[in-house]
């Protein structure tokens, strides 16, 4: 008998059908601090709706469409077969229904999309503006340098509109490049030391500026009324105040690979929703490392892979700013999961345009 649906479009299919109910459940289920941000976007009792800034433009996003006034349940009902509506879109990759490790990295991916999808979220518009990037690195009709312009563009524009430190991005990518043109031994490590070079470099202008450095804008505010509260066991604390250039640039670095390489994140062996989320990221981390190094071997004949890594690492450099803790971090990688998904699996992806 011949078969109808490929095994990696039926363990897709069926990953889906499972989530989803865990994306109708989450809200009996999950503490209330999950919904924290929900719920300012839903009920927005400050007045924020606007166009610009990140809440006040998804408070509007969310009355527009009149998804503000339904319970939690149905938002999740319609919000997460969108989402994995457009990942179906990307492709679905050969082998997508064997157990490993980078499969169990996007099974594990879609699983946390449901949850924080499950409730009015700025991830929502992230995730659908970083698809459209994707979809860009997939077509075959304009040249890659003005596809590349075109999403340096569009970054820089998200981050002036919508989320600001996106705006950092594009800048820290070229930097990132600009060393990996460089004769070094070890060009992965060259492309992350100067792209967070390049951050601290932006944080201390920034902080000549404006009189205080990125970090204190950003961490620093949130977590100064948090420290020792029972909801912010994992929150990011800098070995220095960053309120001195040195403070700022042993933040950057430190925040960085906790956001990354959260090794520390092991202590919490009580707490294994922030065990798995951890373990998560180190293994995440390391193949897109190893990957990202196969890319630099290769770049004339990867571009599109290779910038797709590099605009990826720039963002987890950027995390290491303004995170403030690992529970936010990967809620925010959640809405860079088109970008994680494309970058596990590029190799079909290139197979699949030639």
């Known amino acids: 008998m011949k078969t109808l649906i490929k095994r990696s479009s039926f363990v897709f299919l069926l990953l889906v059908a499972v989530n989803l109910s865990v994306a109708v459940f989450s809200f009996y289920i999950l503490p209330k601090k999950f919904f924290y941000d929900a719920t300012i976007i839903a009920l927005d009792r400050g007045h924020e709706i606007g166009f610009i800034g990140s809440y006040p433009l998804t408070i509007l996003f969310y009355k527009i469409t009149g998804l503000r006034y339904l319970s939690y349940p149905i938002i999740g009902l319609i919000q997460f077969p969108i989402l994995m509506f457009v990942l179906y879109k990307i492709g679905i990759p050969n082998g997508f229904e064997k157990l490993n490790i980078k499969n169990g990295i996007v099974y594990l991916g879609m699983f946390m999309t449901a949850i924080f999808m499950s409730m009015p979220s700025k991830e929502f518009i992230t995730y659908l503006f970083i698809s459209l990037i994707i979809f860009l690195f997939l077509s075959e009709k304009n040249s890659f340098r003005k596809v590349l312009f075109t999403v340096f563009f ?134 897109l490392l190893v990957r990202f190094s196969r890319c630099i071997k290769s770049r004339k004949d990867h571009k599109e892979e290779l910038w797709a890594l590099i605009i990826l690492f720039a963002f987890f450099i950027v995390q290491g700013i303004f995170e403030p803790d690992l529970g936010s971090a990967v809620r925010h990688k959640i809405g860079l999961f088109p970008l994680i998904y494309y970058a596990l699996y590029y190799d079909h992806f290139r197979k699949k345009l030639q």
Do not use: C
């Open 154 to 287: 569009l970054l820089a524009l998200f981050g002036i509109f919508y989320r600001p430190y996106f705006f950092l991005i594009p800048i820290i990518a070229v930097a990132m490049y600009g060393a990996i043109l460089i004769h070094f031994k070890n060009k992965t490590f060259a492309a992350v030391f100067y792209g967070l070079l390049a951050a601290i470099f932006l944080s201390l202008i920034y902080g000549i500026v404006e009189g205080n450095y990125f970090s204190q804008v950003s961490r620093e505010v949130v977590n100064i009324g948090r420290i020792g509260s029972a909801d912010a066991n994992s929150i990011i604390i800098p070995l220095l105040k960053p309120d001195t250039w040195y403070g700022e640039t042993i933040g950057i670095f430190y925040g960085f690979f906790t956001v990354n390489v959260p090794v520390n994140g092991l202590k919490h062996i009580f707490s294994p929703q922030i065990l798995i989320f951890v373990i998560w990221q180190l293994f995440l981390f390391y193949i």
